[in-house]
């Protein structure tokens, strides 16, 4: 099996910054060496911002958050693309480069739904609660033997609603309890979308809660590197070929996550997302960059009761580029059912990705003669403490951008 070893050599500009990395993780790690400590003096998130002092303001948010010294510290391998960064990108890349992530962006989270699946759900929407489950089944109509793409969607739809209606037969008002640990979040609210998502599409296996990531033994594998494992709370791994293609890290409980979490969460999810680049080219280390350019792994990150989907892949040799894509929000209420809108938009973008990066798989698999390029001579696992070490300190959460 081939290693990949880290290049002995850098460029002056990578040299420079591996070498002020050091020396300010060194005097960070000196001077805020009690994590106790620095967990009380960052403030905690909550939804009444009127509790909050206007200094913490810029503090709350439901997305992920890259704030503008992670930006810095990332930049040399990794380009932090999310809508709240797209600022520091403006001063750090290309015009040009800019101006296509810029686009991206603004394409991304666009709704993909058909129209004619867009205007069922609103009906459904509309009815009264009493009736509500007789107009799903309406609504969701699945003929026995279609194993379409759209039959098998609209199944994942009937019977997501199900699930979600169902809660509130025996309660008044007909609202949850927004009170619930992280994991009770993840077993009342997340699991029955992700198993109606997967009964539906079977060619993808989900582990639940705490899973061992494979794809960090693979990446310390490959660059004969020591990362210590992580465990992600849903993990989602493609059957043809045993790869990890998205994780998701839920930051917390609804409406109670902290910081120091959700900070860290991003940091890992991150790191992780790395790893299972690296993974999904371990057994292809030879194929073209033009083609590895457009494989994708994928991050869920959880906050509040928010979704956040970013992608991460190659952009340029030793260069890797996080990406947004798609966001929603979780009902806690009968009231807010609408939101099922952009829930079902979100995983028909993850399904549709899903089904592209299968495409792609197979190309690189194939083997063409004419490279020049080959991803070997792109891949990099970062040699920085700030990649792999998920500590936070109050500089990581210097200015937090809404």
């Given amino acids: 099996e081939r290693v990949l070893r880290k290049r002995e050599t850098e460029t002056d500009s990578d040299s420079d910054y591996v070498e002020k ?27 009444n911002y009127s509790e909050v002092e206007p200094a913490q303001q810029t503090a709350l948010t439901n997305k992920p958050i890259v704030t503008k010294m992670m930006y810095d510290e990332y930049f040399p391998y990794l380009i932090c693309a999310f809508n709240s960064t797209i600022n520091y990108i403006k001063e750090t890349i290309k015009k040009e480069t800019y101006v296509e992530i810029k686009k991206m962006l603004q394409m991304n989270d666009r709704l993909i739904l058909q129209e004619s699946v867009v205007k069922k759900l609103e009906t459904i929407f509309e009815t009264d609660y009493s009736e509500i489950e007789s107009k799903i089944i309406e609504e969701t109509v699945v003929e026995a033997n279609d194993q379409s793409e759209s039959s098998r969607f609209t199944f994942f739809i009937r019977y997501t609603l199900l699930d979600f209606v169902t809660n ?32 539906a599409f079977p060619d993808n296996k989900i582990w639940w809660i705490e899973k061992d990531a494979t794809s960090i033994k693979v990446a310390n594998k490959m660059f004969e590197d020591d990362i210590g494992s992580r465990k992600v709370d849903i993990l989602i791994q493609r059957l043809t070929d045993n790869k ?3 994780n998701t890290e839920v930051s917390g409980p609804p409406f109670k996550s902290a910081l120091p979490h959700t900070v860290g969460d991003t940091k890992k999810l991150l790191m992780m997302s790395v790893c299972s680049l690296c993974q999904l080219f371990s ?22 009761n928010r979704l956040t989907l970013f992608a991460v892949s190659l952009t340029d040799r030793k260069k890797y580029l996080a990406l947004e894509m798609a966001t929603c929000l979780i009902p806690f209420s009968f009231d807010t059912i609408s939101h099922f809108t952009k829930i079902f938009n979100f995983f028909r973008i993850i399904r549709t990705e899903f089904k592209e990066q299968n495409q792609l798989r197979k190309k690189i698999s194939n083997l063409a003669d004419n490279i020049n390029t080959r991803v070997r001579d792109w891949l990099y696992f970062p040699d920085d403490s700030f990649f792999y070490n998920l500590k936070i300190i109050p500089e990581d959460i210097d200015k937090v951008v809404i």
């Fill in 283 to 304: 057994d292809n280390l030879d194929c073209g960059t033009e083609d590895a350019k457009r494989i994708r792994t994928y991050s869920i990150q959880v906050i509040g």
């Fill in 168 to 199: 509130f037969k025996y309660i008044t008002p007909r609202v949850l309890d927004c009170d619930m640990s992280e994991r009770t979040f993840i077993v009342e609210c997340l699991a029955p979308i992700f198993r109606s998502f997967r009964n």
């Fill in 244 to 246: 990890e293609i998205l």
């Fill in 21 to 47: 990395s050091k020396k300010r993780k060194k005097g960070r790690r000196n001077e805020y060496h009690d994590s106790g400590l620095r967990e009380q003096q960052i403030p905690t998130i909550s939804n």
